[in-house]
Nanobody, 114 residues
Framework: VQLQASGGGLVQAGGSLRLSCAAS????????MGWYRQAPGKQRELVAA???????NYADSVKGRFTISRDNAGNTVYLDMNSLKPEDTAMYYC?????????WGQGTQVTVSS
């Protein structure tokens, strides 16, 4: 199983980006998919997650600005990021849970300039 993340980049404060993460390989059912981020010198934090049942949860710092969604097959997860702030600058990692195991993407850098 591989997760391929894309969509990061450099954007000005107030701008938007869309991250994508596609799971491939031998996949029967991906339950939860989501995104973590890690800024330099900080701990990795959960940004948003989406369960196969349709429930979502977000970090307080991104509520109302970020939206997580999945495609119909449930193997691709998106993160729409609006009203970006310099403090959103981080490496963003996607993950997907298959059975008891979490699989991770390679990370995509998001940089928000002030």
């Amino acid at each position: 199983v591989q997760l391929q993340a894309s969509g990061g980049g450099l954007v000005q404060a107030g701008g938007s980006l869309r991250l994508s993460c596609a799971a491939s390989g031998t996949i029967f059912s991906v339950s939860t998919m989501g995104w973590y981020r890690q800024a330099p010198g900080k701990q990795r934090e959960l940004v948003a997650a989406d369960t196969s049942g349709g429930s979502t949860n977000y970090a307080d710092s991104v509520k109302g600005r970020f939206t997580i969604s999945r495609d119909n097959a449930g193997n691709t997860v998106y993160l729409d990021m609006n009203s970006l702030k310099p403090e959103d600058t981080a490496m963003y990692y996607c993950f997907g849970r298959i059975g008891p195991r979490d699989y991770w993407g390679q990370g995509t850098q998001v940089t928000v300039s002030s």
